[in-house]
């Protein structure tokens, strides 16, 4: 297991947008798993390579609480959206953090997997949200500029969940 150190908010790396994988290397096989391990360590259902200070349009996900079942989105492309939620969002790279954001309900993504084949997900509720926030790291956006009101602090609200 090799955790990557995560970037946070103020470190200018995530207000970049990543840049296309041509090619799977080793050297990638190894970041997508160590951007796993980095999310599972820290306890969050996702995390895009721009976190970990690598500008390449790779994100995981893991949104189920029973077993670990990661998702690799390589040049994840949104296809479809409808319908809407409003919830609390955080993110690995502003701990501690929380904010009320709107996203869709439903999310069609497509993406390559690690062997480069591509491949069509469908998500609602914690999934649609998880590929949305992570989708935006691709192009440097973080979810305090979808924040309606304002941050807080995740300890103030975590009995309102
Ligand atoms: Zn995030």
């Known amino acids: 297991m090799a955790l990557r150190n995560i970037r946070y908010m103020g470190d200018e ?5 990543c840049k296309e994988v041509k090619e799977i290397t ?3 096989l190894q970041l997508v798993d160590d951007m796993i391990d980095t999310m599972y360590e820290a306890n ?8 970990v200070g690598i500008l390449k349009r790779i994100v995981v996900i893991d949104v189920n609480m029973e077993e670990p079942e990661p998702i690799v ?10 319908g809407e939620q409003t919830g609390s969002e955080g993110c690995l790279s502003a701990p501690g953090k929380v904010g009320m954001v709107t996203r869709p309900n439903y999310v069609k993504v497509k993406a390559f997997d690690t062997d480069m084949n591509e491949f069509v997900l469908e998500g609602t ?3 649609a949200r998880a590929i949305c926030h992570e989708c935006d790291h691709l192009d440097g956006i973080l979810y305090v500029e979808h924040v309606e009101g304002e941050l807080m ?9």
Do not use: F, Y
């Not at 790396?13 to 947008?17: A, D, H, P, S």
């Not at 602090?153 to 969940?161: F, G, M, R, T």
């Open 153 to 161: 602090d995740a300890d103030a609200v975590s009995s309102e969940e």
């Open 26 to 28: 080793p050297k990638l």
């Open 125 to 127: 509720e914690l999934l």
């Open 73 to 82: 989105l390589i040049n994840p492309v949104i296809l479809e959206t409808s």
């Open 44 to 51: 969050g259902v996702g995390l895009a390579a721009p976190q």
């Open 13 to 17: 790396v995530l207000n970049k947008k």
